[in-house]
């Protein structure tokens, strides 16, 4: 089954927003074995959605549509799909009542607007894809062969209605072409030294398998994909082809799930019973984050200390004043004493200090924006690396976040092999 | 201009990559009174690419292609725009030369993957957006009265190209269709009341006047956007409308630019000489990440303590063992010690601490996953709030991030006000 993902509404198309919500839609269907083709983000004008609706429909054969379901103005979804499928809208009383209950519930004293009455109406050829988790309903159409399901845009509405409406419905579909999925990530080969080491592997395969190469910094995510009818033949198929792989790649393979490289860190922290904490300036939290965003992370991920302002340092990360004074809060003796600083005072196996200059303003001509310092502690030994970034904020933030995390990796390995 | 994004790669669509790239675009393109009409996100596949590219030459005169120029199997771009311009593919013998210095600079001793010299390879009918910043050069093609722009999907070198190479070219452009943008941040209203609240401006809007929601937790924003051929008309309309919904909507709204709400709070504890510190256990870092990520936070912001493990909590935040053993790590007892700690720790004025169970593991009958302890600490007061979110882990950090900001924002307010 071929899939389509139409969100509407001008926030994607301005930049205000991040289309996060097709990239779940679509991790959610390929696991039914429904490959989303296309993701198309559109104005919320009349004309923009009709022509979007009727174009999907000659390519795919479920349509997924986000968006303009609420009860403002700019919502016009619902308006345009009466169009599209020559139907009327109806007023759902179930639909309704929930909708006045929610409302009473927020606001106990207040009348509801009329506005919200309109939440009710739905198409007079839809199955209402009951929300229950907010006011607008879902709705699912099935025309001339075609699935359409029509979403609200509010992502904790969608996400719910998928996995408890959409995605029940959609498993009751055999799926004829199948679709099977190998990854590995591999740490510290660039993308082009890795092709060239796979390259007779790679020129080897059938036309039904297909490599990816996902590049990010310090990091390669290989996707096998494989695509058939016979789903065992597949597997059996995608299992060897991937152990071809990870023998010629060797140990820089370092997880052969889908898994993200905080998610390899903290399992193997867990199985060596090692634990880890961090002390961050320029990173300002944000490798506490992503390794606390990992279910999970609590057996390992003791705390942080965002040391901020000097006297942060100074006071709970016993950082010298003179050492401040002399080399500066960028500089490598500054994040060695962090470093060792937040491994005594929490007693953890290793742990991460970060100091730079995140930009886009604040830096000298010594130290320029986009100077970072990280060292990493672990059992017997302290590393440390200066790296010299862009002046881009956010990506300074991201850049030391991951190489602060690589080194730390580095670390582990060596120290666990010794 | 009309213009269309198309991103090329499987990653997007099977759910991998959020597509921050055209996001991103599409905010630059907006600056130029360049108006992003679709964004499509397509398989590499040749048909595709190339029923795309037509596709898109007949709704827009700018047409911008990221991904697939890269040097692996997967990355056919360069391929299929030979075909769709009917040109050939020649090798640009300074962008050889970059590539073989980059590849030199980073791998001393070794020899450059013949994969490599591909990246060299170029539209004939092309002007060559030369890439300072990696490997895959970008290109310029016009025909037909179009524009056709094709750009690497790396983030870091697409922004370098489209900054330093693309908008420097389309900024000589005259476009004759105007766009302006006006923006309101509102704070504790929801989307329907404040719909009804301004129904009568919204009613008398002419049809150049567009009026957009865009809700989020606790927040709406509201985009006003005015299209015409005179920019100072319609700058002078703009502020006249933007007025008038501030007249009428109140205190509730926060700012009158597109800033994010962080940045609000940051500008007004800078305004009002406030700091602040938190003390972060289920939110771990993503508070304080959520702020840094602020130019000239550091002004305000003093640093966090993320104390995942309970002994953190003791130990630097000064929670009594006795609180932990008698109401737990989440409860209303534990919050108020924690801010106090952090408060009295790093010397702020204000200071927020979270505990919670953010799942999906961890929960109990009396403490479920979801649930949340927030407590704000200011110059007089400490308020606390207990929350129930969901199952979904990222979900309840992001909800109990932006309830934390929220009632650290009432509270200030407040005593601002005293």
């Not at 490959?35 to 795919?60: C, F, G, M, P, Y």
């Not at 606001?107 to 050829?125: D, E, F, G, T």
């Not at 004493?337 to 200059?357: H, R």
């Not at 933030?397 to 120290?415: H, M």
Request: charged share 20%; proline share 2%; with cysteine.
């Amino acid at each position: 089954m071929k899939a389509e993902i139409i969100t509407i509404g001008d926030e994607i198309l301005l930049g205000q927003v991040v289309d996060t919500n097709s990239t779940w839609i679509a991790q959610q269907l390929s696991s039914l074995q429904i490959h989303v083709k296309q993701i198309t983000s559109i104005t919320d004008t009349h004309n923009h959605i009709l022509s979007s609706l009727k174009e999907a429909s000659e390519r795919a054969d479920l349509i997924i549509c986000t968006g303009g379901l609420g009860p403002t103005k700019d919502d016009v979804t619902k308006n345009v799909a009466a169009v599209y499928f020559n139907t009327a809208l109806v007023q759902n009383d179930s639909v309704l009542l929930h909708v006045e209950n929610i409302f009473q519930k927020i606001n106990k004293n207040k009348s509801m607007p009329v506005s919200n009455i309109s939440q009710a109406a739905v198409l007079a050829c839809c199955e209402v894809l009951f929300n229950d988790w907010g006011t607008a309903p879902g709705m699912w159409i099935e025309k001339d062969g075609k699935i359409y399901v029509f979403l609200p845009g509010v992502p904790f509405e969608m996400k719910k209605l998928i996995t408890h409406r959409v995605l029940p419905r959609l498993s009751q579909y055999v799926m004829t072409e199948k679709f099977v999925y190998r990854h590995l990530l591999v740490i510290g080969i660039g993308e082009s030294h890795l092709a060239e080491k796979i390259e007779k592997i790679e020129n080897a395969f059938s036309d039904h398998v297909k490599l990816a190469f996902l590049p990010k910094i310090g990091q390669v995510r290989l996707r096998l994909s494989l695509t058939g009818d016979n789903l065992s033949l597949l597997n059996q198929e995608a299992d060897l082809l991937q152990n071809e792989l990870i023998n010629c790649i060797g140990p820089a393979v370092i997880a052969t799930r889908d898994v993200s490289f905080e998610e390899v860190i903290i399992n193997e922290f867990k199985l060596n019973q090692c634990t880890l904490a961090t002390a961050e300036s320029c990173t300002g939290g944000n490798i506490a984050k992503q390794i606390t965003e990992i279910s999970g992370a609590s057996q390992v991920f003791i705390g942080s200390i965002v040391a901020y302002a000097n006297k942060v340092k100074e006071q709970l990360l016993n950082v010298d004043k003179s050492t401040l004074e002399r080399y500066g809060a960028v500089s490598e003796e500054t994040v060695i004493e962090m470093a060792k600083g937040v491994k005594a005072s929490l007693g953890t196996t290793y742990a991460i200090a970060t100091s730079g200059i995140a930009g886009p303003t604040g830096g000298s001509i010594d130290k320029p924006v986009g100077s970072v310092w990280i060292a990493v502690i672990g059992k017997k030994q302290v590393i440390t690396k200066h790296f010299q970034f862009t002046d881009d904020r956010l990506l300074n933030i991201e850049r030391a976040t991951i190489s602060a995390l690589l080194l730390l990796w580095n670390l582990f390995l060596q120290e666990k092999g010794d």
